[in-house]
């Protein structure tokens, strides 16, 4: 950390984190709360891991350039996109699998009404 570019990445990514932590706080004490049984509080808590860690991704880059940082960056990166937009694919596709249920077809319910 020797220069001010890499301290403040740090305090942001800290920030930044400290805010999800905060979120994630909520969401688990909140869970019986209808919106979040509806939202499913496993899918929450995966993407705001995945912000967490997205968050402390930059702090790899810091310090002398090494193979395996570079690797780890990349690695850390993925996983954290991968929690992120994961919960968002699966409950997509669950709301997909619902509405183009051929077995489900007689039902009226509205896609936007759905998805909400």
């Not at 937009?85 to 759905?114: A, M």
Request: charged share 15%; glycine share 6%.
């Amino acid at each position: 950390l020797d220069s001010s570019w890499a301290v403040n990445l740090v305090v942001a990514g800290a920030v930044l984190a400290t805010c999800k932590v905060g979120l994630l706080v909520h969401a688990i004490v909140h869970r019986k709360a209808p919106i979040y049984q509806k939202a499913q509080v496993s899918f929450i808590s995966f993407t705001i891991l995945g912000g967490i860690m997205a968050d402390f991704a930059p702090i790899l880059l810091l310090g002398p350039v090494v193979t395996w940082r570079c690797h780890l960056f990349a690695s850390w990166l993925l996983i954290a996109t991968t929690l992120l937009y994961g919960p968002l694919v699966l409950k997509s596709y669950r709301v997909w699998r619902v509405v183009d249920n051929p077995k489900l077809k007689n039902i009226k319910e509205q896609p936007l009404k759905t998805l909400a």
